[in-house]
Protein backbone atom coordinates (compact mmCIF):
# COMPACT_ATOMS: atom_id res chain seq x y z
CA UNK A 1 0.00 0.00 0.00
CA UNK A 2 3.16 2.36 -0.32
CA UNK A 3 2.62 5.38 -2.37
CA UNK A 4 5.20 5.37 -5.47
CA UNK A 5 7.48 8.36 -6.80
CA UNK A 6 7.47 9.32 -9.98
CA UNK A 7 9.84 11.68 -11.42
CA UNK A 8 9.54 13.87 -14.69
CA UNK A 9 12.53 16.21 -15.31
CA UNK A 10 11.13 20.06 -16.74
CA UNK A 11 12.37 23.21 -18.11
CA UNK A 12 15.67 24.38 -18.85
CA UNK A 13 16.56 24.77 -14.95
CA UNK A 14 16.19 20.79 -15.01
CA UNK A 15 13.58 20.71 -12.29
CA UNK A 16 12.20 18.06 -10.38
CA UNK A 17 8.65 17.53 -11.01
CA UNK A 18 6.71 15.28 -8.82
CA UNK A 19 3.70 12.80 -9.46
CA UNK A 20 2.97 10.53 -6.01
CA UNK A 21 0.98 8.36 -6.10
CA UNK A 22 -1.44 5.98 -4.24
CA UNK A 23 -2.96 2.25 -5.17
CA UNK A 24 -6.15 3.80 -6.35
CA UNK A 25 -4.19 5.43 -8.53
CA UNK A 26 -4.83 9.27 -7.24
CA UNK A 27 -1.95 11.12 -7.63
CA UNK A 28 -0.58 14.81 -5.95
CA UNK A 29 1.61 16.62 -7.96
CA UNK A 30 4.18 18.75 -6.60
CA UNK A 31 6.35 21.67 -8.16
CA UNK A 32 5.12 21.51 -12.04
CA UNK A 33 7.76 22.72 -14.06
CA UNK A 34 6.26 21.93 -17.56
CA UNK A 35 6.61 24.99 -19.43
CA UNK A 36 5.64 25.10 -22.67
CA UNK A 37 2.80 23.11 -24.96
CA UNK A 38 5.34 20.20 -25.91
CA UNK A 39 5.58 19.80 -21.70
CA UNK A 40 2.19 20.18 -20.35
CA UNK A 41 1.31 17.77 -23.47
CA UNK A 42 4.31 15.44 -21.63
CA UNK A 43 2.81 15.58 -18.47
CA UNK A 44 -1.08 14.98 -19.72
CA UNK A 45 0.44 11.87 -21.35
CA UNK A 46 2.08 10.55 -18.64
CA UNK A 47 -1.08 10.84 -15.95
CA UNK A 48 -3.18 8.94 -18.87
CA UNK A 49 -1.01 6.21 -19.19
CA UNK A 50 -0.60 6.12 -15.69
CA UNK A 51 -4.63 6.18 -15.07
CA UNK A 52 -3.53 8.48 -12.67
CA UNK A 53 -6.62 10.84 -11.11
CA UNK A 54 -4.44 14.03 -10.11
CA UNK A 55 -6.24 15.40 -6.38
CA UNK A 56 -3.85 18.10 -5.31
CA UNK A 57 -1.51 20.45 -6.59
CA UNK A 58 1.48 21.77 -3.86
CA UNK A 59 4.47 23.71 -4.47
CA UNK A 60 7.44 22.94 -2.68
CA UNK A 61 8.20 26.59 -2.77
CA UNK A 62 8.05 29.30 -5.46
CA UNK A 63 10.77 30.06 -7.64
CA UNK A 64 10.01 30.24 -11.34
CA UNK A 65 11.55 26.46 -11.89
CA UNK A 66 9.20 25.25 -9.83
CA UNK A 67 5.76 27.06 -10.63
CA UNK A 68 5.95 27.38 -14.28
CA UNK A 69 3.14 24.05 -14.72
CA UNK A 70 0.98 25.42 -12.21
CA UNK A 71 -1.58 27.14 -14.24
CA UNK A 72 -1.81 24.29 -16.91
CA UNK A 73 -2.08 21.72 -13.92
CA UNK A 74 -4.44 24.04 -12.09
CA UNK A 75 -6.96 24.66 -15.26
CA UNK A 76 -6.10 21.00 -16.69
CA UNK A 77 -7.35 19.06 -13.44
CA UNK A 78 -9.64 21.64 -12.00
CA UNK A 79 -7.38 21.79 -8.66
CA UNK A 80 -6.38 24.89 -6.40
CA UNK A 81 -2.79 25.62 -5.90
CA UNK A 82 -1.54 24.82 -1.97
CA UNK A 83 1.40 26.68 -0.58
CA UNK A 84 2.90 28.19 2.64
CA UNK A 85 1.92 31.58 3.13
CA UNK A 86 5.06 32.74 3.28
CA UNK A 87 6.34 32.07 -0.47
CA UNK A 88 3.33 34.40 -0.98
CA UNK A 89 5.82 37.50 -2.41
CA UNK A 90 8.24 34.73 -4.11
CA UNK A 91 5.17 33.70 -6.23
CA UNK A 92 4.10 37.04 -7.25
CA UNK A 93 7.33 37.66 -8.36
CA UNK A 94 6.96 35.04 -10.80
CA UNK A 95 5.94 36.97 -14.22
CA UNK A 96 9.01 39.58 -12.84
CA UNK A 97 11.40 36.53 -12.91
CA UNK A 98 10.33 35.11 -15.95
CA UNK A 99 10.39 38.30 -17.76
CA UNK A 100 14.16 38.69 -16.70
CA UNK A 101 14.68 35.13 -17.71
CA UNK A 102 13.02 35.41 -20.99
CA UNK A 103 10.84 32.11 -20.69
CA UNK A 104 7.01 32.08 -21.35
CA UNK A 105 4.87 31.81 -18.31
CA UNK A 106 1.52 31.17 -17.88
CA UNK A 107 0.95 33.30 -14.69
CA UNK A 108 -0.17 30.88 -11.50
CA UNK A 109 -2.95 31.00 -9.68
CA UNK A 110 -3.37 32.64 -6.67
CA UNK A 111 -3.25 30.22 -4.11
CA UNK A 112 -6.68 28.81 -2.65
CA UNK A 113 -5.26 27.19 0.47
CA UNK A 114 -2.08 27.59 2.33
CA UNK A 115 0.29 24.43 4.26
CA UNK A 116 1.73 24.64 7.89
CA UNK A 117 4.60 22.94 9.15
CA UNK A 118 3.12 19.83 10.91
CA UNK A 119 0.09 19.51 8.68
CA UNK A 120 -0.24 15.95 7.42
CA UNK A 121 -1.33 15.49 3.27
CA UNK A 122 -3.20 12.53 3.16
CA UNK A 123 -3.33 10.04 0.18
CA UNK A 124 -4.02 6.66 0.32
CA UNK A 125 -3.64 5.32 3.63
CA UNK A 126 -0.40 7.00 4.08
CA UNK A 127 0.07 11.18 5.17
CA UNK A 128 2.91 13.35 4.40
CA UNK A 129 4.32 15.44 7.13
CA UNK A 130 5.25 18.86 6.33
CA UNK A 131 8.48 19.97 7.29
CA UNK A 132 9.46 23.44 7.22
CA UNK A 133 13.00 24.38 6.11
CA UNK A 134 13.68 27.44 4.77
CA UNK A 135 16.88 29.20 3.78
CA UNK A 136 16.33 28.10 -0.05
CA UNK A 137 13.46 30.31 -0.20
CA UNK A 138 11.78 32.28 2.88
CA UNK A 139 8.95 29.34 3.22
CA UNK A 140 10.54 26.34 1.60
CA UNK A 141 8.52 23.02 2.84
CA UNK A 142 9.52 18.98 2.40
CA UNK A 143 6.72 16.61 2.53
CA UNK A 144 8.27 13.35 4.76
CA UNK A 145 6.62 10.05 3.75
CA UNK A 146 8.06 8.11 7.33
CA UNK A 147 6.15 4.76 6.43
CA UNK A 148 8.17 4.69 3.23
CA UNK A 149 11.15 6.40 4.45
CA UNK A 150 10.96 9.31 1.64
CA UNK A 151 11.08 12.89 1.29
CA UNK A 152 10.31 15.17 -1.11
CA UNK A 153 13.11 17.84 -0.51
CA UNK A 154 12.70 20.75 -2.81
CA UNK A 155 15.77 23.09 -3.08
CA UNK A 156 16.79 22.36 0.48
CA UNK A 157 19.38 19.60 0.32
CA UNK A 158 20.88 17.98 -3.16
CA UNK A 159 23.32 15.08 -3.87
CA UNK A 160 26.13 16.52 -2.32
CA UNK A 161 25.27 19.55 -2.16
CA UNK A 162 22.84 22.41 -1.07
CA UNK A 163 19.99 25.01 -2.35
CA UNK A 164 21.77 28.63 -3.35
CA UNK A 165 21.14 30.98 -0.42
CA UNK A 166 21.52 34.25 -2.99
CA UNK A 167 18.07 34.87 -4.18
CA UNK A 168 15.30 37.11 -2.51
CA UNK A 169 14.37 35.75 0.94
CA UNK A 170 17.80 32.89 0.98
CA UNK A 171 19.68 33.13 3.98
CA UNK A 172 22.81 30.69 4.32
CA UNK A 173 22.67 29.88 7.85
CA UNK A 174 18.77 29.49 8.02
CA UNK A 175 19.33 26.89 5.43
CA UNK A 176 22.10 24.56 7.09
CA UNK A 177 19.90 24.88 10.48
CA UNK A 178 16.92 23.66 8.55
CA UNK A 179 18.65 20.76 7.05
CA UNK A 180 20.46 19.69 10.11
CA UNK A 181 17.26 20.41 12.76
CA UNK A 182 14.55 19.10 10.01
CA UNK A 183 16.23 16.57 7.50
CA UNK A 184 19.19 15.22 9.59
CA UNK A 185 17.11 14.41 12.31
CA UNK A 186 15.01 11.72 9.68
CA UNK A 187 16.50 7.87 9.60
CA UNK A 188 19.79 7.53 7.93
CA UNK A 189 17.96 5.15 5.09
CA UNK A 190 15.12 8.29 4.49
CA UNK A 191 15.85 8.88 0.48
CA UNK A 192 15.74 12.38 -0.72
CA UNK A 193 13.93 13.42 -3.77
CA UNK A 194 15.30 16.60 -4.52
CA UNK A 195 13.82 19.57 -7.12
CA UNK A 196 16.89 19.31 -8.73
CA UNK A 197 19.37 16.42 -9.85
CA UNK A 198 19.60 12.53 -8.72
CA UNK A 199 18.13 11.40 -5.49
CA UNK A 200 20.30 10.64 -2.80
CA UNK A 201 19.54 9.26 1.01
CA UNK A 202 20.06 11.47 4.59
CA UNK A 203 22.79 8.97 5.66
CA UNK A 204 24.75 9.66 2.62
CA UNK A 205 24.93 13.32 2.48
CA UNK A 206 25.48 13.41 6.56
CA UNK A 207 28.79 11.41 5.46
CA UNK A 208 29.54 13.32 1.91
CA UNK A 209 27.74 16.47 1.70
CA UNK A 210 30.84 19.07 1.61
CA UNK A 211 28.74 21.84 2.74
CA UNK A 212 27.11 19.91 6.10
CA UNK A 213 30.60 17.39 7.57
ZN1 LIG B 1 14.39 27.08 -5.75
ZN1 LIG C 1 14.65 24.80 -8.35
Known sequence: MSLKV??????PFEENTYLISSDQDECIIIDPGCYD???QNELARIIISMHLKPVRLINTHCHIDHILGNAFVSKTYNLQLEIHEGELPVLNAG??????YGIPYQASPAPGHFIKEGDEIKLGDRGLKVLFTPGHSPASICFYNEADKWVI???VLFYESIGRTDLPGGDYDTLINSIRSQLFT???DTVVYPGHGPQT????EKMFNPFLR
Open 201 to 204: TIGY
Open 186 to 188: LPD
Open 6 to 11: HLITFN
Open 95 to 100: PAVAGM
Open 37 to 39: TAE
Open 153 to 155: GGD
